[in-house]
């Protein structure tokens, strides 16, 4: 039965607003300290490396290793300085309870997962939930947590046909396997390995939200840049023993390591 607006039938097209679901991938941008001219000049390096990366991709500022970053002002100059830059900052992760009561008033989402991440609604609690706090007797036992819905299957994405330059080709749950040649300019980015089963001359991102246990296969190294759980090298890094070579890149205690596939 259709909703009635005044005993007048309201179709789906009139109505005002729509809810729905839909997941989108960030890309976590980890600040190892201050955002200072260091942290910005490795910045725009990566960014030069990779400059189709970036592009139209909501970022998450990971505040694990950032102790500094604690009042507003803090993180409304972090989000004018990547704005200058084009990118587009959308919230913090890892960040202390101070961290996301100052995020949060500066207009960030602070995403679950934070280390104690608590953000009231109306910023800094007052004095009387304070006290309230404070005369509250032994806390109750917390219902147990609903148990989470299983994840959706890994899903291997197969490309059959070359990749061009300008092309971003993303499996968002999985592994990527391509079967012809990626061309300088296109970039290939998965949650698990990538197999490229001819020359790679663009850019490969494995284990994108994390996972270090990811692998890239190619038949002919000669990639502009490599990377695996946000650690990375471009083509002026390789070693020449491995470029046009048959070769599987993984990490070992935390090091991007090349070798050849036998």
Do not use: W
């Not at 706090?133 to 046909?161: D, N």
């Amino acid at each position: 039965m259709n909703p009635e607006v005044d005993g007048s039938p309201v179709s789906v097209a009139d109505r005002p607003l729509q809810v729905r679901g839909r997941s989108f991938t960030a890309v976590v941008l980890k600040l190892n300290g201050a955002a200072d001219a260091g942290f910005y000049g490795a910045l725009e390096s990566l960014m030069r490396q990779a400059p189709h990366f970036f592009v139209n991709a909501p970022l998450v500022i990971d505040l694990a290793e950032a102790p500094g970053l604690t009042e507003k002002a803090d993180f409304v100059k972090l989000v004018r300085d990547m704005r200058a830059r084009r990118l587009s900052v959308i919230g913090v992760q890892n960040g202390t309870a101070d961290q996301d009561i100052a995020a949060f008033g500066a207009g960030l989402v602070c995403l679950q997962g934070g280390r104690d991440a608590q953000v009231p609604r109306g910023g800094q609690p007052s004095k009387a939930e304070d006290a309230a706090e404070e005369t509250r007797g032994p806390k109750a036992r917390a219902p147990e947590p609903a148990q989470p819905e299983p994840e959706a299957a890994s899903a291997t994405i197969v490309v059959t046909e070359p990749v061009r330059s300008g092309q971003r080709i993303f499996a968002d749950r999985g592994d990527l396997i391509v079967m012809a040649p990626v061309s300088s300019g296109a970039e290939l980015i998965a949650h698990g390995n990538i197999h490229v089963y001819g020359p790679l001359r663009g850019r490969a991102l494995a284990g994108v939200n994390g996972d270090k246990t990811a692998r890239i296969f190619v038949q002919s190294l000669e990639a502009e840049l490599v990377a695996i759980a946000g650690l990375y090298q471009t083509s002026d890094d390789l070693d020449p023993s491995v470029r046009r070579g048959r070769v599987q890149a993984f990490l070992r205690d935390d090091t991007l390591c090349f070798e050849p596939l036998k």
